[in-house]
Structure formats: C-alpha cells, structure tokens
C-alpha cells in the first residue's frame, strides 16, 4: 500500500523558517519526481516546488529564492525548507509522487504574529 505522510507545519512568525518533510512508503521511491503543492481553503491547490528523480528542481514564483526542495532516496523522503516566511504561505502542504495519483493528506503551516 502506498503512502505519503507530510510532517513538520506549525504557526511560525512571519520572516521565520520552516522545514517540512515527506516520507514515502510502498512505491519505488528513487524512480518518481515528486512535488509539492499546497492549499488555502477557497482556492484552488496551488503548485510549489518540484524534484527530479535525477534532483533537477523546479520552483513556483512564489518561492524562488526563498524555498527549497531537496530529497533523500536512502530514506524514501523529500523536504521543503521554507525560509523569509510570509502569511500567504499560510496554508495546507501536500506532497505527491508526480503523475500518479498518490498524495498525502497534508500538513498545516500556518504563519502569523
């Protein structure tokens, strides 16, 4: 059975960091690009980053410069640190295996002061 269990969302202070974590279990991890998107209740989900199976990346305007998505085959898990955190970063994450329909159920990051 696959399963994908996003990690790591909680309140932070606007300009703070955050990083968020992936884990993968039941599919050949190293043979996927994966991605994350995230959710704001009214909205459409939006995409965010993305990662390879070779590692290129790939970053929604509204994260360059300031996210970044990495993973770690060996361990079956991809993260997304968040840095110069904004209130419209507030919102649910959710991490796929790009093309299928595998997602996880997400993980809250809320920031606000």
């Known amino acids: 059975q696959v399963r994908l269990v996003e990690s790591g969302g909680k309140l932070v202070q606007p300009g703070g960091s955050l990083r968020l974590s992936c884990v993968a279990s039941?599919?050949?991890?190293?043979?996927?690009?994966m991605a994350w998107y995230r959710q704001v209740p009214g909205r459409q989900r939006e995409y965010v980053a993305e990662?390879?199976?070779?590692?290129?990346?790939d970053y929604a305007d509204s994260a360059k410069g300031r996210f970044a998505i990495s993973r770690d085959d060996a361990k079956k898990t991809m993260y997304l640190q968040m840095n110069s955190l904004k209130p419209e970063d507030t919102a649910v994450y959710y991490c796929?295996?790009?093309?299928?329909?595998?997602w996880g159920q997400g993980t809250q990051v809320t920031v606000s002061s």
């Open positions: 039941g599919l050949s991890f190293s043979f996927y690009d």
């Open positions: 796929t295996a790009r093309y299928s329909t595998y």
């Open positions: 990662i390879t199976r070779s590692g290129a990346t």
